[in-house]
């Protein structure tokens, strides 16, 4: 019998590029640089920044991991337009939850901003590594699942 060999993706090291609106977490690296070194979809990662390791899946949407999970969104689409690495909790604060911000109350726009927590450096390291390929594959797949009262649809999954 022949082995598959899996190549097992280095570590990348990056930074905190931007705090969104909603305390999501972008990164200094493209998501075609996580695909073309190996991450996917579905891939479970270790994140290290601010002295903490998180555990969480590699998706492409918050819907796909539960409210209030962490997850590693790869945001790309088919222009390129959006081609970004986003670390976030789905319908929470990542920013605020891991310490690396608090949201001030102003009178602009959004009402609020971002503000560097105290003892953080202005340029926050972080770090991925592969903690298990295809580890999430599963979850991702039940999130994926579209509900029809058609029972003469097939099943299938989102697009």
């Known amino acids: 019998s022949t082995e598959e060999v899996i190549e097992t993706p280095e570590e990348i090291c990056t930074y905190i590029d931007k705090i969104d609106e909603f305390g999501n977490l972008e990164l200094g690296v493209s998501a075609t640089d996580l695909y073309n070194l190996g991450f996917d979809m579905g891939d479970i990662i270790t994140v290290s920044m601010n002295d903490k390791k998180y555990d969480m899946p590699l998706v492409s949407n918050y819907s796909d991991v539960d409210p209030g999970s962490m997850m590693c969104r790869l945001a790309i689409n088919d222009n390129k337009k959006k081609n970004r ?75």
């Open 85 to 159: 690495v986003v670390l976030g909790i789905n319908m929470g604060e990542l920013a605020s939850w891991s310490g690396i911000a608090v949201r001030e109350d102003t009178d602009n726009e959004t009402g609020y901003r971002w503000i560097i927590s105290e003892g953080i450096p202005d340029t926050v390291p972080v770090s991925i590594i592969l903690k298990e390929a295809k580890g999430y594959i599963r979850q991702l797949s039940l999130h994926k699942l579209v509900k029809s009262d058609n029972r003469d649809e097939p099943i299938s999954g989102k697009s």
